[in-house]
């Protein structure tokens, strides 16, 4: 798989191992299925930071899987021992959002999977795509919040970065399209 200045998306189960460096490999993954469950057992402290929330204008890659040119969208970093180890971006379409717009307010610094997702036996979830391009492809590389990343943003911002997207379903309908972002100093996923 080549790195590229797009976003060019295959199913996880075309992935080689080959292609993916060891410590990404695994958090692509069903391995991983539950992120933050992830962090916390590869890392000592886990912690979400809200970097924006609120309604914006979708990507080109995020239209086919959301109607329209408007979503609500939810960017976060994960952190684990105090430093990002993940970007990932939510969007839910409009109508979603309105309707079930007092759960997403009260998300707070909490993970929208194991808060909002799981735990709902009407949504369901994609199998992974993968993808892998440059870091400056990311929408969050133009914010930093009080400078409290920027220097880590300057030092990666030329590497690969790993990313995984799927969609939950609820009855069928789309409810949200995450994307999640593996930072290249990412630890190796434990068990």
């Known amino acids: 798989m080549n790195i590229v200045k797009s ?13 993916v460096p060891d410590n990404v490999y695994d958090w692509l993954t069903p391995a991983a299925y539950k992120l933050s469950d992830g962090i916390r057992r590869t890392y000592e402290t886990f912690e979400l ?14 239209k086919p899987y959301i109607k329209g ?36 307010d009260e998300l707070g610094d909490k993970p929208i999977g194991e808060n909002l997702l799981y735990n709902n036996p009407g949504i369901t979830r994609s199998p992974f795509s993968i993808s892998a391009f440059n870091m400056a492809c990311l929408p969050f590389m133009s914010y930093s919040p009080e ?22 379903k609820l009855l069928d309908l789309p409810f949200a399209l995450i994307t999640e972002s593996f930072l290249p100093t990412i630890k190796k996923l434990k068990n």
Not at 49 to 62: H, M, P
Not at 71 to 83: K, N, S, T, V
């Open 7 to 19: 976003q060019n998306w295959v199913d996880v189960s075309e992935m080689s191992t080959n292609d």
């Open 49 to 62: 930071v809200r970097i924006n929330e609120g309604i914006g204008r979708l990507t080109e890659y995020e």
């Open 147 to 168: 400078g409290r990343f920027a220097r880590r943003q300057e030092y990666i911002l030329s590497m690969p970065i790993w990313n995984r997207q799927s969609v939950f």
């Open 69 to 104: 040119e408007y979503a609500y969208i939810r960017q976060i970093f994960l952190l684990g021992d105090g430093h990002p180890q993940v970007y990932a971006r939510t969007v839910v379409p409009l109508k979603m959002y309105t309707a079930y717009k007092s759960l997403f």
